[in-house]
């Protein structure tokens, strides 16, 4: 008995430490060439993979649409039943334990579909849809809707926006180990699948691990974009991004040398300022209308501020 303990123990390590290197990242793209394909393992880029782990159904990156900067990371129209796949995967770990969070912006133009699902274990072999397929204007049949068609609360239905970008955040609670796990899940800033809910298909399925999100492209009618990817196991480190202008902030100047001003229409709560690894290296409660952030001591680079007012979080980045 204590032989098979020991067999498992060993295939769990073995299974789990390929990209257990893999705990956060931030990925605007901008490092990479237009046009170029976007896959290494292991490398600068070593989260983005593809199904068969060689690189032969990468994406790229592209000028067409960007949320910010030049590039996003597309995935173009294929056809899988003649041979040509386009099949990028974003390696998040294969997590079976802590608490992880995923956003992400996307872009889903008119008369186009897209689609993605998580998958419980990379490199991939024979795949494992964890919640089923989460397709977004399936077979241009739902043109602004969007689907979670296996989740343990049956299939669950979305709206989304095509023609301009829009939010993803997710994130996962496995502190309790794989076979308790509890996902959440929004689109656009709409909850879509609550705190709390059991990371398992309708069956109670209990998947391997969190591996990974599978970018298939599902036909030749497919075409969608994707930027800011932000992994973290902080809820706040990125948590529930989206425009300031939103929440009616402003924040200036951008590139920033010394002082960022901010405000508000509302009085700001609390003000946090993290790197691109997800630490935060200043935070500060407010209660006002306005407020001045001294970041001259602040190394050169990208940075996400994150602005709470009236109990409501938005965060952009900024660049010093």
Known sequence: MKKIYLFLLLAVCFTFSTNAQINSFFDDMESYTDGAEVCSTPGPDQW???????????GSASSNQAHSGALSFYVRPSDPGGGDVIDPVLDLGNKIFGTWYLSFWYYVP?????????????????GEWVVGNIPFNGGLATPGQGQIDNSALGA???????????SIYMGWDISAGI???????EVDGVTVIPA?????????????????LNFFSVSGDNEYYIDDVNYCSSGDCFGGISDLKALGVSMYPNPVRDRLNI???EAISNVAIYNLLGQQV???KV????????????????YFVQVEVNGRKATDKIIK
């Open 110 to 126: 008119s008369g186009r579909e897209a689609y993605f699902n998580i998958q419980g274990q990379t490199p991939i072999a024979g």
């Open 263 to 265: 405000e508000a229409r």
């Open 282 to 284: 200043y935070t500060s």
């Open 287 to 302: 209660d006002a209308l306005s407020t001045t952030i001294d970041m001259s001591q602040m190394t050169s680079g990208a």
């Open 156 to 166: 669950v239905n979305f709206n989304f926006p095509h023609d301009q970008w829009f």
């Open 179 to 185: 076979s308790a796990a509890t996902w959440f899940m």
């Open 48 to 58: 983005w993979i593809d199904w068969f782990s060689d690189c032969s159904t990468a």
């Open 196 to 212: 709390g809910t059991a990371f398992t298909d309708s069956g109670g399925t209990v998947p391997t691990a969190l591996g990974g």
